[in-house]
């Protein structure tokens, strides 16, 4: 019985590092096919993308094929940079030749109204389901990036400030003044439940961060990221989380792609195609959990919210 148990970890790990090979081998394929490819006959897709996130993407990517990716872990691989990556390897794995051009910039909800109306075929990053289904009139909705039950958010806040508000918790959470963007719905929801009275909207990530550092807020919400200290590193300084305590957002997280696009249909049924793979392979929560969404540092922390989104 004890060896049976002493073995399991390593069943475990074999089946994850079979999981990676295989996809990394699918992988390599096309990304040496794709060398070989002239670009002039691939069809080309605009991708909007924040601007943050596109620094921290092209920071992570360097100049590395996309495709030829298989380790995340990396302190700029954040949720929404891995979804960019993802997305160009899943329809990548469906056999589909596109050619992805970046399109950065200051979005916010604008991008979500440019897919309605087939302005842009995709966005590079996922949106929680209920979000997806406000737009589903207007939009194909891929199956699950990120799973229910696996969306973990920790609370943030300064260096400086880390010590004295991890005091705060579990039971002075409310005492807390939290910062959060206008758009983002899960994030509001969550602070409402863990009872926070002072909850400041701004219109950015950056804007977040403005206030926070400027000592007019104390925490906000924010994935783990893949490095040891778990600490978030930003333009105005470094984030660091109150420890021992996460909160839960039980949703999933889709791509959407439009159905007033050209291509939409088409490239959403490769989308389709390479996620369903991914999935059976094991390779999207190996992916999230090298990049932290699924960290292992938190595993035994204890969950301050159960929000169903």
Not at 93 to 115: C, D, I, P, T
């Amino acid at each position: 019985m004890l060896g049976t148990l002493q073995m399991r970890p390593i069943l475990f790990a074999l089946l994850f590092a079979l999981a990676v090979l295989s996809i990394s081998i699918h992988f390599n394929t096309l990304a040496n096919t794709d060398k070989l490819e002239n670009e002039t006959t691939r069809l080309v897709i605009d991708l909007t993308i924040e601007q943050d996130v596109y620094r921290d993407y092209l920071r992570f990517v360097k100049h590395r094929n996309p495709l030829s990716i298989r380790n995340f872990k990396n302190e700029f691989a954040r949720r929404d940079v891995v979804d960019a990556v993802i997305l160009q390897q899943a329809i990548a794995l469906s056999g589909e030749k596109y050619h992805f051009r970046f399109s950065s910039g200051f979005y916010a909800n604008r991008r979500w109204v440019m897919l309605q109306q087939g302005l842009s075929a995709l966005a590079a990053d996922t949106v929680w389901h209920f979000q997806a289904k406000e737009m589903e009139e207007q939009v194909f909705i891929s199956s699950p990036v990120l799973d229910k039950n696996e969306n973990f958010a920790g609370l943030y806040t300064t260096e400086e400030k880390v010590a004295h508000l991890q005091r705060y918790l579990p039971h002075r959470v409310s005492e807390l003044k939290a910062v959060v963007a206008s758009d983002w719905q899960p994030d509001i929801v969550t602070l409402h439940e863990l009872g926070l009275k002072n909850i400041y909207m701004q219109s950015s990530w950056g804007a977040m961060l403005s206030h926070l550092f400027s000592q007019q807020s104390d925490i906000l919400l924010a994935p783990f990221p893949a490095n040891e200290s778990l600490a978030i590193r930003t333009p105005k300084g470094t984030l660091l989380p109150l420890t021992q305590f996460k909160v839960q957002l039980r949703g999933s997280r889709h791509f959407v792609v439009s159905k007033n696009h050209p291509q939409g249909e088409r490239i959403f049924n490769a989308l389709q195609t390479g996620l369903k793979s991914m999935r059976e392979q094991g390779y999207l929560q190996t992916v999230y959990q090298q990049a932290g969404g699924l960290n292992h540092q938190t595993k035994n922390w204890q969950v301050q919210g159960k929000i169903i989104l």
